[in-house]
């Protein structure tokens, strides 16, 4: 099928924190929806059947929770209701955002999935109802081709989000298309964690996903293209993510996902938005890993001179590395019950400093949540205190192989190259209770190789 995903430079409120009125809000959320129906139009002039929009797109972010209230259009999230708010606009109040998307997806004939901030009065009887007797949510909505509203998603892993609430149980939205089958969609920050997104793949057998996102890149292990990839990788599904583009707040990264490959836009340099549109396969049955490879084993010569142990903050983490040295060898790093090991083989030898290092513990900083990590990264200059740093550029070729004896099925492959582009492995998956990826040479200069396990119990 032909999806589409826009990575949108939104009109920002110069003041968010400020109280507007009804009005004011709808003319600023008017002028990022004329850009939307822009690339709607372009999007279903090139085939697609399917568009997706990122997160906080329309309204933009840092507002407080009174201030924010202007720009929330009224839900009703209920399966049970029926409603084209194109074809219907007088069912509800302050629905205005809502008929503007539905009448897009009409139009054009497509699928639409966009973000939008939502409210929903509350009874001072239901125990979670917040004192202002509203609730509001991060939003997301899915409009079929005829403009019918055929799902809604309220995020359920808030990233400093003050204005918005938690909803009180996860939400598992899915909703049919004829092209596809099945869409699955979350938000964010919600790619990190079991519930919804890991529950919602597994109990709906979910294949395709639609992922608004608000993504703030950080190097080595979390920009948004690696992360995206490799999640999609990991699940064996299709995966459009839309991101916004702030490159001043480091956000920017969207693609058009399959296990196998990708299209992808990643640009810190320019301004404006990117429609990215690409021809993708539907997935029905399962990838299968062809496991019988065998993973290679450290040595146990012990004779050698083993390379130094050095302790270096990564994504705010204290990763334990080994400097990868030389033009070929063999590795191994251990922190806690996480052991991880490295077999490589550099083409050239180049002026690099790489090195191979382990987390097994719970990440504190920006989200609680328990990683193990195995990861081979190219270090900012040549002493061991620059690894760890955001790099975005190497040129070092170097096939690898690398393994951890991983106490968690969700590992998620990391592979990142220079001017981060994207790359794929050659082989990966379970062998002897390890976890290995491997590559004969990537294809440019390698930025990240990583196993980046999510633990999701001990969170």
């Not at 955002?97 to 939502?118: D, E, H, P, W, Y």
């Amino acid at each position: 099928y032909v999806a589409a995903v826009y990575e949108h430079e939104s009109i920002l409120s110069p003041n968010p924190t400020v109280l507007v009125d009804r009005q004011s809000a709808l003319e600023l959320m008017g002028r990022n929806l004329d850009i939307y129906e822009e690339q709607v139009v372009a999007a279903a002039r090139q085939g697609a059947q399917i568009i997706v929009f990122p997160e906080d797109g329309i309204h933009g972010f840092n507002f407080t929770r009174s201030s924010i209230y202007p720009y929330l259009d009224f839900v009703l999230h209920s399966h049970s209701v029926k409603w084209n708010p194109c074809r219907e606009p007088y069912l509800f109040n302050d629905t205005e955002v809502l008929q503007r998307l539905s009448c897009m997806a009409l139009k054009n004939k497509i699928f639409l999935v966009a973000n939008l901030g939502t409210k929903q009065p509350c009874e001072y009887t239901d125990p979670h109802c917040p004192t202002d007797g509203r609730y509001q949510f991060n939003t997301n909505v899915a409009f079929n081709d005829d403009g019918m509203l055929v799902a809604t998603y309220r995020k359920h892993n808030l990233y400093f989000e003050y204005a918005f609430d938690t909803p009180p149980e996860p939400d598992y939205e899915v909703f049919d298309t004829p092209f596809a089958g099945k869409f699955g969609m979350f938000t964010c920050f919600d790619i990190l964690f079991f519930e919804p997104a890991v529950n919602l793949i597994r109990r709906y057998n979910v294949k395709q996903v639609v992922y608004p996102t608000a993504w703030m890149n950080q190097l080595p292990l979390l920009s948004a293209v690696e992360f995206q990839q490799a999640f999609a990788t990991a699940f064996k599904v299709n995966i459009l993510a839309a991101n916004i583009h702030h490159p001043t707040l480091g956000m920017t990264g969207s693609g058009i996902y399959t296990p196998v490959k990708s299209s992808i836009y990643h640009n810190m340099e320019s301004y404006g938005g990117k429609l990215i549109v690409a021809e993708i396969p539907v997935i029905t049955v399962d990838y299968e890993n062809n496991l019988e490879k065998t993973a290679g084993r450290a040595s146990e010569k012990g004779k050698e001179q083993l390379p130094p142990l050095f302790y270096a903050e990564m994504m705010y983490d204290n990763f334990t590395l080994v400097p990868v040295w030389g033009q070929k060898g063999e590795l191994q790093v251990c922190a806690n019950t996480l052991c991880c090991y490295l077999n490589y083989h550099r083409a050239v030898l180049t002026n690099e400093l790489y090195a191979l290092g382990v987390f097994d513990g719970l990440h504190t900083v920006h989200g609680t949540y328990y990683v193990q990590a195995c990861a081979l990264v190219k270090c900012g200059g040549l002493s061991f205190s620059t690894c760890g740093q955001e790099v975005t550029d190497a040129t070092a070729l170097i096939d690898f192989q690398l393994w951890g004896n991983m106490s968690t099925p969700y590992i998620f492959p990391l592979l990142l190259t220079s001017g981060i582009t994207l790359d794929f492995a050659d082989d990966m998956g379970w062998k002897n209770n390890h976890y290995y990826i491997s590559k004969n040479r990537t294809s440019s200069g390698l930025l990240t190789a990583a196993l980046y396990g999510r633990w999701y119990e001990k969170d």
